[in-house]
């Protein structure tokens, strides 16, 4: 039973455009999402988060967009750049102190240059 | 200066032996975790240990073992090693909100 689904395992993208990754949750009782960025043979690293107690958090050229009615979040890069070619998870918890956090599948993002 | 390694990054070993895994944080963080990235490539968590006492422990089996000498160190110990087990293992450490990774150590088990 997957709690959080990325339903696109990729994405492409020209350089320069706007790229846009989206993620669903069905479990109610998540109110903190994450956003992590993954190149190959290298660990996940953390992007941008946002509290369910806000809409839109935004950080340099990404933003994340929370409509916590549709269960649904995305996160948006613009401009897009090669080097943000990776593979990008959402991760869900019940609140920003707590340990567990529960990861998408992820989607892979190609920009063309 | 590396916030969350791990050693070794990659491990070949036979069926039925025993290995460990190493991971240290110099974040200053309270709390580490265990993930296992599957081949369907979801990462899921296994254990998380906060200021060295076991707080989240998954299904998984008695074979793995973590073990914390101290916060800023999270130890994964595996007995009897199986063919299923060959995974990509995350190491993780939080303060409060965000996990930050480890590397990952990509374990084949032959």
């Known amino acids: 039973d997957q709690q959080v689904k990325q339903n696109s395992p990729s994405l492409s993208v020209q350089e320069g455009r706007i790229s846009i990754l989206n993620c669903d949750y069905t479990n109610s009782m998540f109110d903190y999402f994450l956003w992590y960025k993954k190149y190959p043979a290298e660990g996940p690293t953390f992007l941008i988060s946002?509290?369910?107690?806000?809409d839109k958090n935004e950080d340099g050229r990404f933003t994340v967009f929370l409509n916590k009615s549709a269960k649904h979040l995305s996160l948006h890069i613009v401009p897009s750049q090669p080097g943000d070619s990776a593979v990008y998870f959402c991760a869900a918890s019940s609140g920003a102190g707590s340990y567990q956090l529960t990861f998408g599948k992820g989607t892979k993002l190609s920009v063309i240059p | 200066d590396t916030a969350v390694s791990q050693t070794p990054k990659y491990l070949v070993t036979q069926m039925g032996n025993d290995k460990s895994i190493k991971c240290e944080q110099n974040l200053g963080h309270d709390t580490m975790y265990w993930y296992k990235q599957d081949s369907k490539k979801f990462l899921k968590i296994m254990f998380s240990?906060?200021?060295?006492?076991?707080?989240i422990n998954e299904t998984v089996p008695n074979r793995f073992s973590p073990k914390s000498p101290d916060k800023a160190h999270l130890n994964l110990h595996i007995n009897s090693l199986e063919l299923g087990d060959s995974a990509v293992y995350f190491c993780?450490?939080?303060?409060?909100?965000?996990?930050?990774f480890g590397p990952g150590t990509r374990l084949t088990v032959l």
């Open positions: 946002i509290s369910s107690i806000k």
């Open positions: 993780a450490s939080s303060q409060a909100g965000a996990q930050y």
């Open positions: 240990y906060n200021n060295k006492e076991l707080i």
